[in-house]
């Protein structure tokens, strides 16, 4: 296994719960993280970064 196939799989799960975080922010109306307020605007940011690091880890693997 090669080191970008061990950056792929670590960027994909990175992106995946970053987006599944943003997904529950969407859901619930807002989050707190290490007692910051995540909501409205924030989470477009959040899920922007989250599609980011995962089609860089799907890249990775390719």
Do not use: C, W
């Amino acid at each position: 296994m090669g080191v970008k196939q061990i950056f792929g799989i670590l960027f994909t799960l990175l992106g995946t719960a970053i987006l599944l975080f943003s997904v529950y922010v969407v859901l619930k109306g807002t989050a707190s993280v290490f007692e910051v307020e995540v909501g409205g605007f924030q989470t477009a940011i959040v899920a922007i970064l989250g599609l980011i690091f995962f089609s860089a880890g799907v890249k990775f693997l390719r």
